[in-house]
C-alpha cells in the first residue's frame, strides 16, 4: 500500500487520507451453486487490489489506474447515466448502490493498482468494488455490514452492468481468511466454517487464456435455465424454493418433470452443492486424494451437465489428469473459458505448472498464464497516516 501512496502523491500533489486492499478470490468447489442459494469452498488469494483517496470539492472525480496508467473522469452528477467502457464503471456501480444504500457520494481523487489477473475468473471486478467500497464506507464512518457491502458489489453487477450475478466474487474477498478455504451458504450468506489445505499443499493457476465472446449472456441463460429446474421441481416437492432444496436422489426421482437441458443443468448445481458437504468431510479427515478427485468430479460435471466449459479448458483438465503431481483440477469461476485451478503439492507446484504450460503450448499454440496462489486474508481498509 505504501507504493500506491508515493505514486498517489506524486502524481496528484496531494496526500490520500484512506485506503483498502481487496483480494481476488478462487471459487475451489461449487460452481454456479450461490445463486441457487447453495454452497460453495472458495478462498481470497494473495493478489490484491489496491485502492487509496482523497475527497476533493465539487463534483469532478478522477481516477488513476496505475496498472496501465489510465486517468479515468467522471462527474458526481453523471452517475445514473450509462457505465463507461474503461474501469471507472465498477468504482460509478458503487457509488450507486451505496447511495441506495443512504451514503452520502462526494467528490475524490482515487488511486488504483492491482495485482488481480484480469477478466481471468479471479474477480478482478469484485476487489475493486469492495476494495472502493471499504474505503469510501470507511473514510466516512458510514456503518454497513461486510454481507451489505458484498451485496452492494454484486448489486453493480447486476443492476449497472446487467450480469446476473451471486454473490460469491465480492463474498469471498470480504470473508477470506488466510491459509483458509471458507466453506459459505449463500441462502444465509453465512461463512459455515474454514477448511486447511493439509500442509504441504497449493492450488497452480493456470489460465486458458480463451474466452467465448458472449460469457455475459451464456452466464445470465444458464442462470434462467436454474431457475426454470427450481420452479418445476417446486411442484414435485412443495417448499423446495431453490436447487440447493433439492437432493440428488430427489433430483432422480423428478427427472421426467424437467427438460433433458434442465436436468442435466439442475444436476450440476445439485451435484456441486453434495461435492462441496463431501469435500469438506474429505478435508476434515485429511483426506486429500478424495477432495482431488472431487474437482475432477466438478470438471466433468461442468463439461458434460453444465455445458460452461470449452476446447480449451478441458484440454488443460486432460492434461492435469495426466500428471501424477496432480490430484485434482477443474475450471474455476464462471466458467466458458478463464482459469483453471490444480490442486499439487506446494513444492512441485511451479515445475508442474511450467509442464502444464510446456504442453498446452504444444497442443493448442496458446502460451498460458500461471500462477502459484497461497490463500490469502479478506478485504480491509484503514485511515492512512497523513505525512
Ligand atoms: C462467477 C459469478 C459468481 C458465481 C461463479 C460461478 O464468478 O460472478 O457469482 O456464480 O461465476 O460459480
Known amino acids: 500500500m505504501q507504493q500506491l501512496v508515493e505514486k498517489f502523491e506524486a502524481y496528484f500533489k496531494m496526500s490520500p487520507v484512506w485506503g483498502a486492499k481487496a483480494p481476488g478470490r478462487l471459487e475451489v468447489l461449487g460452481n454456479h451453486t450461490d445463486y441457487n442459494e447453495g ?9 490484491t487490489t ?23 473522469n467522471f462527474d458526481l452528477a453523471d452517475l445514473d447515466k450509462k457505465p463507461p467502457r474503461n474501469g471507472s464503471k465498477y468504482i460509478i456501480g458503487m457509488l450507486n448502490e451505496l447511495r441506495k444504500r443512504g451514503f452520502k457520494v462526494f467528490a ?55 450480469l446476473k450475478t451471486g454473490l460469491l466474487d465480492q463474498f469471498s474477498s470480504l470473508f477470506g481468511e488466510k491459509e483458509s478455504i471458507i466453506e459459505s451458504d449463500f441462502r444465509t450468506v453465512e461463512v459455515l466454517g474454514t477448511h486447511a489445505l493439509p500442509p ?33 421441481l417446486a411442484a414435485v416437492y412443495p417448499g423446495a424454493k431453490t ?3 433439492i437432493s440428488p436422489e430427489q433430483l432422480e426421482n423428478a427427472k421426467n418433470a424437467l427438460t ?14 453434495f461435492r462441496v458437504k463431501q469435500a469438506a468431510k474429505l478435508l476434515a479427515g485429511g483426506d486429500i486424494a478424495g ?36 490430484l485434482g483440477a477443474r475450471l474455476s469461476g464462471g466458467g466458458f473459458g478463464g482459469i483453471t485451478i490444480h490442486l499439487v503439492k506446494a513444492d512441485e507446484a ?38
Open 39 to 47: 454452497f460453495v469452498l472458495s478462498c481470497a488469494v494473495g493478489q
Open 260 to 273: 433433458e437441458r434442465e436436468y442435466r443443468r439442475a444436476k450440476h448445481v445439485v451435484g456441486e452443492c
Open 108 to 162: 475524490f481523487k482515487a488511486g488504483l493498482e492491482s495485482k488481480v489477473p484480469l477478466s481471468a475468473g479471479m474477480s478482478s471486478s469484485a476487489a475493486l468494488e469492495v476494495a472502493c467500497g471499504l474505503a469510501l464506507t470507511g473514510y466516512a464512518g458510514f456503518e454497513i455490514s461486510k454481507a451489505d457491502l458484498a451485496r452492494a458489489g454484486q448489486g453493480v453487477e447486476n443492476n449497472f452492468l446487467g
Open 200 to 232: 504441504g499443499y497449493a492450488f497452480a493457476v493456470i489460465n486458458s487464456m480463451k474466452k467465448h465472446t458472449l460469457v455475459d449472456s451464456d452466464y445470465n441463460v444458464r442462470r434462467e435455465d436454474c431457475e426454470k429446474a427450481a420452479e418445476k
Open 350 to 387: 511451479a515445475a508442474y505448472a511450467e509442464r502444464v504450460k510446456k504442453e498446452y503450448a504444444g497442443q493448442t499454440g496458446i502460451e498460458a498464464e500461471v500462477f502459484i496462489c497461497s490463500l490469502g486474508a479478506g478485504a480491509r481498509g484503514n485511515k492512512l497516516p497523513q505525512a
Open 291 to 326: 477432495f482431488g478427485q472431487l474437482l475432477f468430479d466438478s470438471h466433468d460435471s461442468s463439461r458434460m451437465n453444465f455445458e460452461n466449459s470449452t476446447a480449451e479448458l478441458d484440454t488443460l483438465i486432460e492434461i492435469a489428469k495426466a500428471d501424477e503431481a496432480c
Open 243 to 245: 436447487l440447493r432444496d
Open 50 to 72: 489496491d485502492f487509496v483517496f482523497a475527497p476533493v470539492d465539487g463534483t469532478g472525480c478522477t481516477v488513476k489506474d496505475f496498472r496501465d496508467g489510465t486517468e479515468m
